[in-house]
């Protein structure tokens, strides 16, 4: 089955977000969600979710999941915003937990935060099997960017969130805690071993050198093909040297600290003081 992908790109963050719609129905999911965030004043705003609620209205969808691909690092999720409007379960990989508890320690976040998941309506193992009305989900775990990413196999569609990238930038990296190049480097192989006409959808895109447009939808064939990174049968050893190698020139994402705050709470903000002010937590030479 094909199903209805539309994309919403945020330009602040280079993230694409996708709304998937059974094709012989109103049933969709929404797939890694933008809450908007002004890092030096500390402000939020739901532009972007709000174009998300606008589709999903002026086409009469009903949401029966908001999915993440994976605790992002790089923005805030905007799921419990598009839950309070729209309904729908927010889902994860049950590898939540490792991430949780290894940025608990990170933030300092004290026994009151719960390690087990439980901020999320679900959480998915590999193998997992979901529906969007007709649309099965199959689940697949593809850690190596995180220990907790996750792909989502909807019909003829995969959503791989930041494991691969369009052919010409790559794949993801590998040095956050928990990162893996040789996992990483697994989990595409599970992915290129989809059948070659399935589509790919990336969560983000950053235009490579050459290329004018943004794009964010190719196959696995192309993928197989001409990934600069894992193309052509590229031997893993080969890749996990090179992997290692830039991932060691790269900086840190801008909004990493409160993006990991906030996702690993499924979108949540921290709880507020006793004078209802909400504070988000800067550690010093931890990440």
Known sequence: MTPDVTAFFDD????VSYVVKDP???ACAIIDSVLDFDHASGSTDTKNADAIIAHIKSHALDVAWILESHVHADHLSAAP???EQLGGKIGISDNITVIQDTF???FNEGTEFQRDGSQFDQLFKDGDSIHIGQLRVDILHTPGHT????TYVIGDAAF????????DFGTA????????????????????A???ETRIFVGHDYKAPGREEFAWETTVGAQKAANVHVGGGRAADDFVQMRETRDATLGMPRLIVPSLQVNMRAGNMPEPDDQGDVFLKIPINKL
């Open 12 to 15: 602040p963050t280079n993230t």
């Open 24 to 26: 012989h129905g109103t």
């Open 81 to 83: 915003y598009l839950q």
């Open 104 to 106: 608990a320690k990170v």
């Open 147 to 150: 220990p907790a990413c996750l």
């Open 160 to 167: 791989v969130g930041d494991t691969l990238f369009m052919p």
């Open 173 to 192: 990296r590998c040095d956050f805690p928990g990162g893996s190049a040789q996992n990483l480097y697994a989990s595409i192989q599970k992915i290129l």
């Open 194 to 196: 989809l059948p070659g």
